[in-house]
């Protein structure tokens, strides 16, 4: 069971937006470590997609974006797409667990 | 481009040891600044980090594996190992390695292997 929770599906229409939420708690993203998110399309392997909180690595669209604050974290895509269907998982750090920790993951699902 | 490549058995038989390795690719394993780790992925479910492996040979392991798992490095063919001992079904998943890249409070997995399947079951 993880210490970091997301909602189990979250859907839209081609052209709309989306967004999922990473909550924690103190002794993870309240502490100040930063969320990083990652896309596993089906049958892959999971890929960077944000890292630090809202930074993209070279390569992803600016369709993506990250914010977080307090406890918690969002990951929002705008303008869905059909290749955007995916899971999206969550990870930090957590000092009560002296360990890096994932989300229980998102499954989008574009209508 | 970094590259990573897991290898192994696919199938191991309930108390023994689980063996795979990473083979990297496009980057020393020794160049200063990243850990190589491990993390699995349970058939439809969600995401665990096993542990990783400084470039200097220290390591450290999630503490929910105790003293099962051990993770070495290989720097003449560049390339990590993972060996979990005392294997039940409930380690059936897919293992995937992993460049752990960041610092201070942000350390995030920057490139991934394929992954492989490792099948607990006599």
């Known amino acids: 069971q993880s210490v970091l929770t997301q909602p189990p599906s979250v859907s839209g229409a081609p052209g709309q937006r989306a967004t999922i939420s990473c909550t924690g708690s103190?002794?993870?993203?309240?502490?100040?470590?930063?969320v990083h998110w990652y896309q596993q399309l089906p049958g892959t392997a999971p890929k960077l997609l944000i890292y630090?909180?809202?930074n993209r690595p070279s390569g992803v669209p600016d369709r993506f974006s990250g914010s977080k604050s307090g406890t918690s974290a969002s990951l929002a895509i705008t303008g869905l797409q059909a290749e955007d269907e995916a899971d999206y998982y969550c990870?930090?750090?957590?000092?009560?667990?002296?360990?890096?920790?994932f989300g229980t993951g998102t499954k989008v699902t574009v209508l | 481009q970094l590259q990573l490549q897991e290898s192994g058995s696919g199938l191991v038989k309930p108390s023994q040891t689980l063996s795979l390795t990473c083979a990297v690719s496009?980057?020393?394993?020794?160049?200063?600044?990243?850990?190589w780790s491990w993390i699995r992925q349970p058939p439809g479910k969600g995401l665990e980090w096993i542990g990783y492996?400084?470039?200097?040979?220290?390591?450290y392991y999630n503490p929910s594996f105790k003293s099962r798992v051990t993770i070495s490095v290989d720097r003449s063919k560049n390339q990590f190992s993972l060996k979990l001992s005392s294997v039940t079904a409930a380690d059936t998943a897919v293992y995937y390695c992993?460049?752990?890249?960041?610092?201070?409070?942000?350390?995030?997995?920057?490139?991934w292997g394929q992954g492989t399947l490792v099948t607990v079951s006599s």
């Open positions: 992993a460049r752990l890249k960041g610092s201070s409070s942000a350390y995030y997995f920057d490139f």
């Open positions: 496009g980057d020393s394993i020794s160049s200063g600044g990243y850990s």
């Open positions: 492996i400084y470039h200097s040979g220290s390591t």
């Open positions: 103190s002794s993870n993203i309240g502490a100040g470590y930063d």
């Open positions: 630090g909180n809202s």
């Open positions: 990870q930090s750090y957590d000092s009560s667990l002296s360990g890096y920790v």
